[in-house]
């Protein structure tokens, strides 16, 4: 059965340090994999999402990027971080193709201060 | 750009009563699919209907779907206190896209 893993659970970092969160998943191949983040009592916003390795779509010009350095594996970055980047990020796959539900990660909770 | 908008924004409702939320959308789609989060926790895919079907069911969840008036809804029946949760429509951007785009969502409170 397929599993994706998103770690770490929470990360309180300070303003202008860097970021990485991790997300990779498990019993599938050639995924569609995608970033979101999600603000406190909001919707999901998509930041970020691939249909192959190297293959990044950004949705949203920020102070973020994404890598899919192997197959299984996403991403997401930031040299320095901003007080606004704080959030709940959520890594989510879904089977290559459209037509398909997204299964998601237990979410990264990050506190910029 | 195209974005789901779920009401009511939140919703009270006692142990046994019907659940009822609505989603509208703006473009044509191929799908639309309804997800359940918990607090805190990831998002779970509960039901998808496609733009040729105009109802489906899954247990206690009724879909709908209106393509005409872009706009679908979904019934949890004899609601319980574990429905408690927020959801989420997601609709994807037509042929050929890879992403989806979710709505603001609709908080639902089942009181025992």
């Known amino acids: 059965s397929q599993t994706i893993h998103q770690w770490p659970a929470t990360l309180v970092q300070p303003v202008g340090s860097p970021l990485s969160l991790e997300c990779t998943v498990e019993?599938?191949?050639?995924?569609?994999l995608y970033w979101y983040r999600q603000a406190a009592g909001r919707g999901l916003q998509l930041l970020f999402y691939s249909v192959g390795i190297g293959q990044i779509s950004s949705e949203v010009p920020q102070n973020l990027s994404a890598s899919r350095p192997q197959d299984r594996q996403f991403i997401l970055s930031s040299k320095k971080l901003l007080l606004s980047d704080s959030g709940f990020y959520l890594c989510?796959?879904?089977?290559?193709?459209?037509?398909?539900?997204?299964?998601f990660g237990p979410g990264t909770r990050l506190t910029v201060t | 750009s195209q974005q789901g908008e779920e009401d009511p924004q939140a919703l009270s409702i006692q142990e046994g009563e019907n659940a009822t939320m609505n989603c509208s959308y703006k473009t044509s789609i191929n799908n639309l699919q309804w997800y359940r989060q918990n607090s805190g926790r990831g998002l779970v895919h509960l039901i998808l209907?496609?733009?040729?079907?105009r109802e489906k069911h899954s247990g206690r969840l009724r879909v709908t779907l209106d393509t005409s008036k872009k706009s679908s809804s979904l019934l949890i029946t004899a609601s319980r206190a574990a429905d408690t949760a927020s959801y989420f429509c997601?609709?994807?951007?037509?042929?050929?896209?890879?992403?989806?785009?979710f709505g603001t969502g609709t908080r639902l409170k089942v009181l025992a």
């Open positions: 019993g599938t191949s050639n995924p569609n």
């Open positions: 989510a796959w879904k089977v290559a193709g459209s037509s398909y539900e997204q299964y």
């Open positions: 209907i496609r733009s040729n079907e």
């Open positions: 997601a609709t994807d951007a037509g042929s050929g896209t890879y992403k989806y785009i």
